[in-house]
């Protein structure tokens, strides 16, 4: 069983920055994908970024360019570092992990941005 543990999020202005963290802990086998979705009010969870453990990464075409995505095998640890934050991208945010049999979600941290 995988516990997640998100922080980071919380309140900024348009053009502003935030960093969200997720560690995980309790893995036995390895976590294989990392990642981060959103979902805001009314709409479906989306794909924001995810990283492989050899550290291939993908983002959506949204956020190419203003997130960057990185992790630490050691630390089970994935970080998104968001610049140039857009009042779109207010949403809740949920940090994920893959192992071989399940995937897992954390509780989620809310950014929202002001115009």
């Known amino acids: 069983q995988v516990q997640l543990v998100e922080s980071g999020g919380g309140l900024v202005q348009a053009g502003g920055s935030l960093r969200l963290s997720c560690a995980a802990s309790?893995?036995?086998?390895?976590?294989?994908?990392m990642g981060w979705f959103r979902q805001a009010p009314g709409k479906e969870r989306e794909l924001v970024a995810t990283?492989?453990?050899?550290?291939?990464?993908n983002y959506a075409d949204s956020v190419k360019g203003r997130f960057t995505i990185s992790r630490d095998n050691i630390k089970n640890t994935v970080d998104l570092q968001m610049n140039s934050l857009k009042p779109e991208d207010t949403a809740g945010y949920y940090c994920?992990?893959?192992?071989?049999?399940?995937?897992?979600w954390g509780e989620g941290t809310q950014v929202t941005v002001s115009s």
């Open positions: 994920t992990a893959h192992t071989y049999d399940r995937i897992y």
């Open positions: 309790g893995s036995r086998f390895g976590i294989n994908l």
């Open positions: 990283i492989t453990r050899h550290y291939t990464t």
